[in-house]
């Protein structure tokens, strides 16, 4: 089938340079002006920038040498934080404002290993630390020493001033009933490694890191402990409110893989739970379908960061005979459903290779997160 994904890296490279851009300097009835041209995430995306979308964008730009594109995304998102103390799910003023996990680390060190431009990354650099201590101190902080989302996010006056819909939810983890009575494993280990990002960039341009960055990394590694169970083997989300583990397996409970956080032989027993989320199309977001405990995304649907995830850690844990049947399980049913559609989209089922779910949950093109993906996984897989 790698013939076939070749075949799609110039479908996806055209689109990108001629389909998904836009440019607003200045401020609209529904759009925060950008100082730079931006990607969008697809033909329905309200033509806005998001946070959470453009990690998985820019691992196309760059794959594509479309350096200065991903550099613009990374510096939009910058200019928000700078405007508004905060990187909204987008700048868009009425879309809901989801909290998402803190990415912009990860952006930095990517436009960095590609460009190795030491000036730009000591211009930068500060705004991604202040994003990370504002997500390690209030209201983020829990009982448990580790950290959790916040409803509280964005300031009182950010609404009037902005114009920013002062709503909430949570992009990536709609798994929890209130959001800040959980500490996630997926937010906790990105933190983990962000700190330590931090740290290592930091070294880049001054030669030396604060170690307070590197304290807070073995915090939350030694905390962490907590989210696992060595009945299961797996991670789970911490019930605060109840003091115990919330046995809802997900995806989420494989991110430590990808931070790179636990030892070979931990990694080799999570590894062990992948089987439960296998289907035809790769993995699910669920091992099973956990009714009203999981309303959107679950069983047996998929969207193409949390695939992006796994893969990406079992690759870096060298456990490629996993990666290269689930990536391309993956790979397949995106090719062949963009050659029946003509498009990529949202989320797929793994089920029945379709865009489909047998509850009505609203599916769309969407561009951007599913190609970057694509893409990602073929450079990972080594199918080039």
């Not at 404002?97 to 431009?117: E, F, H, K």
């Not at 009037?160 to 906790?188: A, H, M, W």
């Not at 949950?361 to 450079?379: E, K, R, V």
Request: charged share 25%; proline share 5%.
């Amino acid at each position: 089938m790698s013939e076939n994904y070749q075949s799609l890296i110039p479908e996806i490279e055209k689109r990108l340079k001629q389909d998904f851009w836009q440019e607003n300097n200045s401020d609209t009835n529904e759009l925060l002006g950008l100082p730079y041209p931006y990607t969008v995430s697809g033909k329905d995306s309200r033509q806005a920038l998001f946070y959470w979308d453009t990690f998985f964008i820019n691992q196309a730009l760059l794959h594509f040498k479309m350096i200065d594109e991903a550099r613009h995304n990374v510096e939009n998102l910058i200019f928000l934080f700078r405007k508004l103390n905060f990187i909204p799910t987008s700048n868009h003023k009425k879309l809901p404002n989801y909290v998402q996990p803190p990415l912009l680390p990860w952006m930095i060190r990517d436009i960095y290993r590609a460009t190795g431009d030491k000036e730009w990354l000591r211009r930068v650099l500060p705004e991604a630390i202040k994003e990370f201590n504002i997500w390690t101190t209030k209201p983020h902080t829990s009982p448990t020493g580790l950290y959790r989302y916040s409803k509280k996010y964005i300031p009182a006056d950010t609404e009037q001033d902005q114009g920013i819909s002062k709503q909430y939810s949570l992009i990536c983890s709609q798994r929890f009933k209130n959001v800040e009575t959980i500490n996630p494993v997926d937010l906790n280990a990105i933190l983990y490694r962000n700190a330590k990002l931090l740290y290592d960039l930091q070294i880049e341009i001054n030669g030396h890191g604060e170690d307070i960055l590197l304290q807070k990394s073995d915090h939350i590694k030694k905390i962490m402990d907590m989210f696992w169970d060595e009945k299961e083997n797996f991670y789970f989300d911490n019930d605060l409110e109840n003091k115990q583990l919330i046995k809802v397996k997900t995806l989420s409970g494989f991110m430590p893989l990808f931070v790179e956080m636990i030892d070979k032989s931990r990694a080799t027993a999570l590894t062990g739970q992948i089987k439960h989320f296998v289907g035809p199309g790769g993995l699910s977001y669920t091992d099973k379908d956990y009714s009203s405990k999981i309303p959107t995304l679950k069983y047996p649907l998929i969207t193409a960061p949390c695939i992006y995830f796994i893969i990406k850690g079992l690759c870096d844990y060298e456990f490629m005979e996993d990666a290269a049947d689930i990536g391309t399980s993956w790979l397949d049913m995106v090719y062949e459903i963009y050659q029946s559609t003509g498009e990529m989209w949202e989320w797929y089922n793994i089920q029945d290779k379709s865009v489909k779910s047998s509850n009505g949950f609203p599916n769309t093109p969407i561009g951007g997160w599913t190609a970057g993906t694509f893409i990602a996984l073929i450079d990972a897989l080594g199918l080039r």
